[in-house]
């Protein structure tokens, strides 16, 4: 910030961050720490005593690959009698605006947050659950961290369960697209539902070990639109993440309510 030429006067300005909708893409207390004061040029100096800062913020959460952050300066007045008190006064008399609006560039650094089936059953490397025949089964994705960012992500019948589409479950469309989780929310989770079908017919294992059927359920992202995929998933879906974290393939157990056929 400088003046050219000098003044022979003790001039004050405003100096603030502009919030969202003046062009500023950047969020204040999330991306940087928001500035409202005032500073003083001295009369026969061309630029502050001291310089203004604005503190970059350091977090976790995927945005933009690049925000913005505008800081207006605003010419106050002039000290026309050396009391201290800055009157306002015409341009000639204080300072011409030349540029009073500075533009910031934040370069994001966050990766995307992974996505996997939350762990619900206490077993960090699989995920299972079960719903009685005939009911509905709600199963949550979770993020490993909020984003900024609209996440998408698609979920597909994996085709390795013993239960019969169609006939045992409503059929699961591959690649069915989950409700958007929206981003700069702080939300880190989504559900959807898979539901189930009554018969009379006696199901489950042939050695009778087990009552119930299985459905398989794979999470899938992608990077970049595809046929199957039509829109960037902000966030990564994969085995191999760690953890539970890398639980992309989720067991559902339809338990069987009926009789061994007489």
Not at 41 to 70: C, F, H, R, W, Y
Not at 92 to 108: E, L, W
Not at 126 to 132: A, K, P, Q
């Amino acid at each position: 910030i400088g003046l050219t030429p000098r003044s022979g006067r003790n001039l004050q300005f405003t100096y603030k961050t502009e919030v969202g909708g003046t062009g500023a893409t950047a969020t204040a207390g999330q991306d940087y720490t928001a500035i409202d004061g005032t500073f003083t040029i001295a009369a026969g100096q061309t630029a502050p005593a001291a310089d203004m800062i604005l503190d970059i913020l350091d977090e976790s959460i995927d945005e933009a690959d690049k925000q913005t952050v505008k800081v207006t300066i605003a010419v106050v007045g002039a000290d026309e009698d050396g009391d201290g008190v800055y009157e306002t006064t015409d341009a000639a008399k204080t300072a011409t605006a030349g540029n009073m609006i500075f533009t910031y560039t934040i370069n994001d650094d966050d990766a995307a947050p992974f996505a996997y089936f939350k762990n619900v059953d206490g077993t960090a490397s699989t995920e299972t659950g079960s719903v009685e025949e005939g009911e509905t089964k709600t199963i949550t994705v979770a993020l490993s961290a909020a984003s900024e960012r609209d996440i998408y992500l698609y979920y597909s019948d994996n085709g390795s369960g013993d239960a019969t589409s169609g006939a045992d479950y409503t059929a699961i469309n591959d690649y069915t697209q989950l409700t958007t989780i929206t981003g700069n929310l702080g939300t880190t989770e989504v559900t959807f539902d898979v539901v189930t079908a009554e018969d009379d017919i006696d199901e489950g294992a042939n050695d009778q070990s087990n009552d119930y059927q299985t459905i398989d359920i794979k999470l899938y992202s992608t990077p970049a639109v595809s046929a199957d995929m039509a829109t960037v998933s902000n966030a990564l879906a994969s085995s191999a993440n760690a953890g539970e974290q890398a639980v992309v393939l989720y067991t559902l157990q339809i338990s069987d309510d009926d009789d061994l056929p007489v």
